[in-house]
């Protein structure tokens, strides 16, 4: 069963009624100029695999006078088949043609990893209980489809661990290198490229210089190598310093002549060992990282110092925008404080100094990963320079695998957000497409950090956020229920019931977590040091690193108007800021993002502040406790071991949520003498 939650959503457990729909299955395999090692030959397998285990067919290799499935690149079929070339659509880059009639599949990609992704549709497609015939053309939105791991190559000269990473140790390192067994990376590759996955940054972007010793250099070209055969391509975080850390040099100047030949130097050599090379990623001048700006460089000319050592290879660079001094913070002196505006400030006017190849990756809010925020307004402001949106998979401030939270609700709605950039329709999907400016590099990054767990995540569940990230990469159009339909069938079969139980528990499990944590904007309540785990409203006040509540005896939230505030929601186009200014158009769940207001304020529901933080603690919690009876009724239905894993979690949450319920209301209760209007907090 541990191979259950290896293989994920890759299970190929037989389907209902398999042996009913043989004749509708090819018979044979022909993989068309397949190499082993690259991703044809792969899809290839994965086809043998695949209907194997779904159906219990085994197809023999190579051409047959029965059906046939045949994968391959447009081109390798078209040199055989010139005059199919007329009937087929346009692909753009890891695009595929799928048809398949009567037992015959023909899967074309724009490139081998298109081939391989098309095969994996195919079999997600049968795994799903459909044979009939049908033909589909599938283009990615957006060509950046990354994930970031935050893997550290030692920790305290001990181990890979990985930050904010709740599933085991790391996959690729340990004790300070690259581990000599692979194994667990090349799978994780196929997982990703079966959700359209096409790159991997592997270690965390708080760097270490050493990643780039010649020594590493040789194992990062191994964790390349066992990506290669899915199409995945590897890259490196890079620490900005690493020319005097690593290279000896007095400075890490980007304009230095002898640190530009450093990194040109470093950049060459990871392509000798690693040809297909995705490229960088960097944190700069954030959170105590080196970068440009400590020698008055701007972040462009960091920026742009990688890219070009990267140009002649053809690897870009995914440049964050995550800058702010956690530092210079002053909540006490300053009501105009706000790291909120750190990154708009940073960038503005650098959108066209940036290099072809560089990409900004932009956090999906102004802070950081918490359990509602406002679209990032820097999304608005880069139209030259292309952005990814960056989300998290893994659950840092969003219960860290231990709660059952399904996120794809909340991606979808910040895609979906409307930026109005002037006053014209600019849904973030459309810009993180580069359809609204129309740049040419531009999409998603998601950081995941799986680990050693046979769980991947820590959590049976949390999985399908993985899943629904690649596919939103892919579609942003796609539903959070019709993802998670899918995730459901190939991870625990057909059975309706099982449907039915995790469908309810995904789709309330944000609102929940949201209702028991912190609402109306005013950020997730986390603790705030000790790891962003569990309720600690009072953590978030009175330190620099500005997450900050201001919540004080009789009033809560930041003020981050123009007029009376830090500015903020003056970031955003017109519309947008005229919105999020008043607080009469301000969202209710926004409210105390935007504006100070008493805990007696009234919100559109009619309610109080006060009273919305009671209700919503109390319901939050209480839908929490269904999760369990609700998973209860799985029983004999699923395998013991999955059932058991989640039952353990899912008790663990709805007790967790009750301790978050009391800690929230009983501290703003303190706070404001205010009683809940039901009895249930401060009377007694
Ligand atoms: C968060 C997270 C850090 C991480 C940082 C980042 O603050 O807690 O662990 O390094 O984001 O995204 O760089």
Redesign the pocket.
Known sequence: VAEDGLNAWLRYARVPSASHHLGRLPSSVVTLNATQGFPVHTAGEELVDGIRGLFGKKLTVGKSKDTTATVGTVSAYVDKNPSAARGLPDLIEDGFYLKVSKGNVLILGQNERGALYGAFHYLSVIAQGNVSDFTITSNPDAPVRWVNQ?DNMQDGGTHGSV??GYGGDSIFFWDGYIREDLTRAGQYARLLASIGINAVVAN???ANASILTPENMDGLARIADVFRPYGVQLGISLNFAAPQLLGGLDTFDPLDKTVVNWWQGITDNLYKRIPDMAGYLV?AN??G?PGPMTYNRTLADGANLFARTLQPHGGIILF?A?VYDHRSLNQTLDWKADRANAAVNYFDGLDDKFEDNVVIQV?YGPI??QVREPVSPLFAHLRQTGATI?LQITQ??LGQQAHVVYLAPMWKELLDFDLRVDSKPSTLKDIVSGKRFGQKLTGYAG?VNVGTNTTWLGSHLAMSNLYAYGKLAWNPELTSTGILKEWTTLTFGHDKLVHDVITKISMESWPAYEDYSGNLGIQTLTDILLG?YGPNPGSQDGNPWGQWTRADDDTIGMDRTVWNGTGFAGQYPPEIAAMYENIETTPDNLLLWFHHVPYTQKLKSGKTVIQHFYEAHYRGSATAQTFVTLWQKLKGRIDKERYEHVLFRLIYQAGHSLVWRDSVNQFYFNKSGIPDELGRVGNH
Do not use: A, L, T
Request: glycine content about 0%; charged content about 45%; cysteine-free.
């Open positions: 935050w930050e904010r965390n972007v708080n944190k954030s959170e990282q964050r995550f956090k950081d990963f960056e840092e401030y950081v962003h």
